[in-house]
């Protein structure tokens, strides 16, 4: 059963239009929650992290919002670039022990001119 | 710049053989990861390393053994190879306990026949 769920496995959008990316967990102990990105023939980087003790966290073009009610969170991306063209993956983990990553299946964002 | 390096970057073996996947780090991190990649699946960890000779089970483990002699290196065992295994492995690694500063190899696509 996976822990974090990225349900969209794709997604195609305009440049210079607002990218959202959207990824679920179930266990209601992470309090940590990251996003990479993979382009093909490269290990993933990483792009952006959020705490449990926030709701926002923004980096450029890059803004990530979570809802732990909701046990969601997204990531935003404006205004989007060919070069975002990527698969991106969110992860989350429980601080504390080993900090281990769980991964979501990832989503392919195409921007297209 | 600081790396990951998996020592090949296509494997083609055949079921039953034994296969070894060696990655080395040159960044002197404590914690070595194997990540299995496939489509709709993610990233899903198979063995972790906190320590030289030291080693965790991951999320998949079964079918996999890792050996750790040396700080810079960790090498990923498959004890008897099956078409299941068929997938792209990824090393990674990271300093210390935080969630930050994991870097990526470039992966290994291995096809098991």
């Known amino acids: 059963d996976q822990q974090v769920k990225q349900n969209s496995p794709s997604l195609s959008v305009q440049e210079g239009r607002i990218s959202i990316l959207n990824c679920d967990y179930t266990?209601?102990?992470?309090?940590?929650f990251l996003w990479y990105k993979k382009y093909p023939a490269e290990g993933p980087t990483f792009l952006i992290s959020?705490?449990?003790?926030?709701d926002k966290n923004e980096d450029g073009r890059f803004t990530v919002f979570l809802n732990k009610s909701a046990k969601h969170l997204s990531l935003h991306i404006v205004p989007s670039q060919p070069g975002d063209s990527a698969v991106y993956f969110c992860?989350?983990?429980?601080?504390?022990?080993?900090?281990?990553?769980?991964f979501g299946a990832g989503t392919r964002l195409a921007v297209h001119p | 710049d600081v790396k990951v390096t998996q020592s090949s970057r296509y494997l083609v073996k055949r079921t039953g053989e034994k296969v070894f996947l060696e990655c080395v780090q040159d960044m002197d991190h404590e914690n070595m990861f194997w990540y299995r990649q496939d489509p709709g699946l993610g990233l899903r960890l198979i063995y972790f390393s906190y320590d030289v000779k030291m080693k965790e089970k991951g999320d998949i483990p079964e079918g996999y053994s890792v050996s750790r002699e040396k700080k810079e290196r960790f090498s990923l065992i498959l004890e008897s190879a099956s078409t299941n295994q068929t997938s792209m492995y990824l090393c990674?690694?990271?300093?210390?306990?935080?969630?930050?500063?994991?870097?990526f190899g470039s992966g290994t696509r291995l096809t098991v026949v």
């Open positions: 990674a690694s990271r300093p210390g306990q935080g969630f930050y500063g994991y870097t």
């Open positions: 959020i705490s449990s003790i926030k």
């Open positions: 266990n209601s102990m992470f309090d940590y």
């Open positions: 992860a989350a983990a429980v601080s504390g022990g080993y900090n281990k990553l769980i």
